[in-house]
């Protein structure tokens, strides 16, 4: 049957299919405030008049290709072009900054190629299995796996100044998250009679925003982004840093695995990732200065979310995220219905959908690694020039997801207020954490209590939930270990001073 699945995937039609969708995706990507779930979800009416494994190969391109666009604006300009890539702009900037935006976009794509395989990899093989475990995870597991996304909160912080900001920036996060309605109520919560706030602040308008927005007010005083230009023109030559490979490997596994869970995002595979890898680091105090080893876990992460989300969807008709739900709406358009009937009766159409999805994380890592020299020179554009057309398309972008003239002013009053934040020594990192999880953590832990009739111990009598606040706990030891020696460090030092 994979055979029969290749053949049909070696046409002159069906190779186009997967070039055209993956540049797309890239393309889209690239564009703050558009994104995969949208492109995929506009290409669902022009599979009508083609073939469903063409139209399927079209949009599975479309998700490859925008999963790791979305890491150039954020590397070049910090302006990430999905939500996914705000992980990589903490690290993927600094470097921009001191002419290394070359390597940092090939460190990207080879660590994007290595996740997006490794995960279509593992659907291709092991699809109905990870689906059951994929299953076991309830309410109780989703809280605490929001838990864990926030204990990289304590990650980001080096001290006690920091880490108390951290938490406050953490905890904004979580009040902007609880605005619009109650999962469990239904009550109005902070909406101020605005009908656009019942489903709460829109994420993206807030992220472009914090990022792309605050960016541009924060570069009117320079002329030019990158300081030293020397290192541009050694992009070609320069090697990819070594140690580089448990990272990549590191979040190519927790990319699928988060991916694996219905209604997990790329966005908490890349934080996850980036959060392990930190803690992981032989050299975390480089972390938000460029770091690759940031960038390497964040990418493979959010591109490892790619087969991983796909796994329930075909197998369970449970879309993994937002963008496998619009690509669930295609194969119910074109009558297939998942389930075992999709790896047996269609076996073909979906073997040859899998497997183009191999062909399009080669697409882009061909087009990413030729293009990096050039893609690193939108860097050394004026500012004068950079800053309109970032805020043009920015603006485009807040309006465009919603259709809502509310989602410009939040894209504004959160592009001021990260200038201030980022100013005051707050982190936007933090902000954003509690954006994204806040929704999460918070219907989880109300659906536990509901099905523990009030109990709290559903927390802690399953295995799934016992290993994640094993996780947890060990996530919180070292940073607040650190955080003790150099407050006793602090202390004897002020000692010595005082006997003196």
Same mark, same amino acid.
């Given at each position: ?49 083609? #073939? ?131 999962? %469990? ?35 009117? @005083? ?28 590191? @979040? ?7 991916? %694996?869970?219905?209604? #997990? ?62 690509? &669930?709406?295609? &194969? ?14 269609? @076996? ?36 004068? &020039? ?7 398309? $920015? ?24 200038? %201030? ?12 954490? @509690? ?7 918070? $219907? ?10 009030? $109990? ?15 996780? %947890? ?28």
């Amino acid at each position: 049957m994979i055979l029969d699945a290749l053949q049909a995937l070696m046409t002159p039609v069906s190779l186009f299919a997967v070039f055209i969708g993956t540049i797309s995706g890239v393309l889209v990507g690239g564009m703050p405030g558009l994104t995969a779930t949208m492109a995929v979800a506009l290409l669902i009416p022009v599979t009508f008049v083609l #073939e469903p494994l063409t139209g399927l190969i079209l949009m599975g391109g479309v998700y490859c290709g925008a999963m790791y666009g979305g890491s150039i604006p954020a590397i070049l300009l910090r302006t990430p072009g999905t939500p996914a890539a705000v992980a990589t702009a903490m690290e993927g900037y600094p470097m921009s900054q001191k002419g290394r935006g070359g390597l940092a976009l090939k460190v990207s794509v080879i660590s994007s190629f290595v996740g997006g395989v490794f995960s279509v990899f593992i659907l291709l093989l092991v699809a109905p299995i990870l689906a059951i475990f994929a299953l076991s995870f309830g309410p109780p597991e989703y809280f605490l796996l929001a838990i864990l996304g926030l204990v990289g909160i304590v990650s980001m912080a080096d001290d006690e100044n920091r880490l108390v900001k951290a938490l406050i920036s953490g905890l904004l996060g979580l009040i902007i998250a609880v605005i619009g309605t109650d999962p %469990i109520s239904g009550m109005l919560r902070y909406t101020m009679d605005l009908t656009d706030l019942y489903d709460g602040v829109a994420f993206m308008p807030a992220l472009i925003g914090m990022f792309s927005i605050s960016q541009m007010l924060e570069l009117t @005083g320079t002329k030019n982004i990158v300081s030293d230009t020397s290192t541009l023109k050694k992009i070609k030559r320069e090697p990819m840093p070594k140690g580089l490979k448990k990272f990549i490997g590191l @979040g190519s596994l927790t990319g699928t695995v988060v991916g %694996i869970l219905p209604g #997990e995002g790329a966005t908490i595979a890349a934080f996850l990732s980036y959060n392990f890898a930190r803690r992981l680091s032989k050299t975390p105090e480089l972390f938000g200065k460029g770091n690759p080893e940031g960038i390497a876990a964040a990418e493979a992460g959010n591109n490892g979310c790619v087969g991983g989300s796909l796994i329930p969807t075909l197998t369970l008709g449970i879309p993994g995220n937002s963008v496998a739900a619009a690509l &669930l709406g295609g &194969l119910l358009v074109h009558g297939l219905i998942p389930g075992p009937e999709l790896f047996t009766k269609y @076996g073909v159409m979906t073997y040859g959908f899998i497997l183009s999805l191999f062909l399009a994380n080669i697409v882009f890592l061909v087009v990413g690694l030729f293009m990096a020299p050039y893609f690193a020179r939108i860097s050394l554009t004026p500012t004068g &020039l950079l800053i309109p057309v970032v805020c043009l398309f $920015s603006i485009l972008g807040s309006y465009a997801m919603n259709n809502s003239i509310l989602d410009i002013f939040i894209a504004l009053i959160c592009g001021i207020s990260a200038v %201030i934040l980022h100013k005051t020594g707050f982190s936007l990192g933090a902000l954003i954490l @509690g954006l994204i999880l806040g929704p999460i953590a918070e $219907s989880g832990f109300a659906q536990a209590l509901i099905m523990g009739h009030g $109990s709290y111990s559903i927390f802690f009598n399953r295995p799934q939930a016992i290993a994640l606040w094993f996780i %947890i706990v060990l996530l919180l030891i070292p940073p607040f270990m650190q955080i003790i020696k150099q407050h006793r460090k602090k202390e004897s030092i002020s000692q010595i001073e005082t006997e003196k």
